[in-house]
């Protein structure tokens, strides 16, 4: 099993960060790897909800299935992840509002790896927390990028 928690704290209201991070169809725009996430259930985004995405590992294109395994509407989601190099994975994100304007992001994931890649396993957390941190800076800038827009109106 792999593990791996990181966090960053993000200076624009819980609310708006929730808004961005579960807007499934954008992460491309701040999760590096995820080429496209599609919905593959009807209705708003909710437990049970399920999600197809193409995402990159290693050079290699994937496809990976996604379920909604935990929800909490504006601070909670969790995600059940099987496909590509994962054979399963939680992944999961948290926002804790630190004040009216401010919040906290947690992400963490725990899986496994597919047999064929199970030696790599002890590497995941010293690659993926790059990754991560990364992800959520672009995710801090879409956020900051989306409220100066609406902030010109």
Request: some cysteine.
């Amino acid at each position: 099993m792999f593990k791996l928690d990181e966090a960053r704290s993000i200076d624009r209201p819980a609310a708006e960060v929730w808004d961005v991070l579960v807007d499934f169809p954008n992460v491309p725009l701040w999760e590096d790897g995820v080429l496209e996430v599609r919905q593959t259930s009807d209705g708003r985004p909710a437990l049970g909800t399920t999600f197809v995405a193409r995402r990159v590992f290693g050079g290699r294109e994937s496809m990976v299935d996604c379920r909604i395994i935990e929800w909490e509407g504006g601070r909670v989601a969790t995600m059940e992840i099987i496909g590509g190099p994962v054979r399963r994975a939680a992944a999961r994100y948290l926002v804790e509002p630190t004040s009216e304007s401010a919040c906290r992001v947690e992400y963490s994931i725990n899986g496994e790896l597919q047999p064929r890649l199970a030696w790599l396993t002890p590497l995941i957390p010293l690659m993926g927390r790059r990754l991560v941190r990364s992800n959520l800076v672009r995710l801090e800038r879409l956020v900051e990028d989306r409220a100066r827009v609406v902030s010109q109106r």
